[in-house]
């Protein structure tokens, strides 16, 4: 991982391979190693930039909440350093409110954009509730919270089946920092809708969707994109599909590339 800093705080990110930018931001409680399997095979052909959120992975924490426009000025600031003026943005979960963000603040710099498992839409009243109820689970029993929080993030029949993989994904949470992790609840609570964007925006646009995702409800979701030009891709599994799903998520992706 290479560094700069944005703000006096330190943001990591790795840049691999060369050709067409495309950027991969992680989810909530994730960092840029969950893009390990897919980075070998999109580096053979395209630069590859994967950017470590605030709060998460090996970048350090801003504040006390990291709003999405944060987030997203803080990858900015990565992406100017590297001199790149156009990109393909690829987000899962959280990493995809961040893109969203980013394409509404930076829109000259969009040539693509991809949503994994994610939403344009804001929290609901119900959603906000439950990130309340997340900060104070994880204040109390960080460990206990979190392994509990990833377990849930699977489709019920591959928690057996990936019972390896989702240790794995455990063991890099509980690198969280607790500040990143409530700054990032905050943040992801006040975030904007951002629909308009799926519908108005000029650039190619996809939306991976889980029909089993436990966080995201499949049909409310996939809704948003009716009527618009964002190709819709369903997998038949949970809210991680660069693990549940992971050849074929990389199959979709670069199918995506050659479009743009």
């Not at 700069?4 to 840029?32: C, M, P, Q, R």
């Not at 395209?46 to 801003?62: A, E």
């Not at 439950?130 to 929080?149: D, G, P, Q």
Request: glycine share 6%.
């Amino acid at each position: 991982m290479k560094h700069t800093f944005y703000k006096n705080t330190k943001i990591a990110y790795s840049d691999t391979g060369k050709g067409t930018a495309i950027v991969l931001l992680h989810g909530f409680l994730e960092n840029s190693t969950m893009w390990n399997a897919h980075v070998e095979e999109l580096a053979q052909k395209h630069r590859v930039i994967c950017v470590d959120l605030l709060g998460h992975g090996s970048t350090d924490c801003l504040g006390y909440v990291h709003t999405m426009e944060d987030m997203a000025d803080a990858v900015h600031h990565v992406l100017h350093e590297l001199k790149l003026r156009k990109v393909v943005l690829v987000g899962h979960s959280m990493g995809g409110y961040v893109a969203l963000a980013l394409a509404e603040l930076y829109p000259d710099m969009m040539k693509g954009l991809v949503l994994v498992n994610s939403t344009a839409r804001a929290d609901s009243d119900e959603r906000k509730l439950n990130r309340n109820r997340a900060i104070l689970a994880v204040k109390k029993s960080y460990i206990t919270a979190i392994r509990m929080a990833i377990a849930n993030l699977f489709s019920e029949e591959n928690r057996d089946r990936l019972v390896d993989e989702i240790e794995v994904v455990k063991e890099e949470a509980l690198k969280t920092p607790l500040q990143g992790i409530v700054a990032a609840q905050e943040g992801m609570k006040v975030r904007n809708d951002r629909e308009v964007l799926l519908h108005l925006t000029p650039y190619p646009k996809v939306l991976i969707l889980g029909e089993k995702d436990p966080v995201l409800n499949y049909e409310e979701t996939k809704d948003q994109v009716e009527n618009s030009d964002v190709e819709l891709v369903t997998f038949n599994d949970g809210h991680m599909s660069h693990i549940e799903n992971r050849d074929e998520l990389t199959k979709v992706l670069l199918g995506f590339l050659k479009k743009v």
